[in-house]
């Protein structure tokens, strides 16, 4: 479930009351989960999918470790699952604008997705079983977007926030 800073968005946001058909939802699920081979890596699991914004949770593993002393996860896991979640917030906000289109349709605007600029601030340490994630966006323009991510433990504990720029045209 969204948090409740991400389930409200901004004024500015590009959301629409729609909701997503669940054959596009499944479309975009396999993007993210599937054919991004790093996301594979991470693990990353794509569990709400809206125009107001993203979930998502990773299940800690031995591969994720950054500490062997602490088992904490490494922050660059963290980093990498909030810059994918924002993508696909940006994806999602993107569709909502064209949901006249079919679900194949829709996923063909999203090849020129690109990272300009990624903002973590790590807040605690990741310790725990499950990692939950979420983005929305905060603006979606013409040829950018600006999004906002969490990173939360298992118990909803904060771990990290993210704010990032990406080309969208």
């Known amino acids: ?48 999918i ?12 031995p591969e994720l470790v950054g500490s062997v002393a602490h088992q904490r996860l490494h922050g660059g896991v963290i980093s990498a699952a ?15 604008r064209h949901l006249d289109e079919p679900p194949a349709r829709r996923l063909q605007r999203f090849g020129r997705l690109g990272t300009i600029d990624l903002r973590v601030d790590y807040l605690r340490q990741g310790i725990g ?19 906002q991510m969490e990173c939360l433990g298992a118990e909803g504990e904060l771990i990290a926030t993210g704010a990032a720029a990406y080309i969208v045209s």
């Open 1 to 48: 479930m969204l948090s409740p800073a991400i389930a409200n968005p901004a004024a500015t946001a590009p959301v629409a009351a729609a909701a997503f058909e669940p054959e596009f939802i499944q479309l975009v699920r396999d993007v993210i989960e599937q054919h991004v081979p790093f996301n594979r890596v991470l693990g990353l699991e794509a569990t709400e």
């Open 129 to 147: 079983t499950e990692f939950r994630l979420t983005a929305r966006v905060l603006r979606l323009g013409s040829r950018v977007a600006s999004t």
């Open 50 to 61: 809206t125009p107001a914004g993203v979930a998502g949770r990773i299940a800690m593993r």
């Open 82 to 96: 909030l810059d994918s979640m924002a993508g696909l917030a940006i994806m999602a906000a993107i569709a909502a």
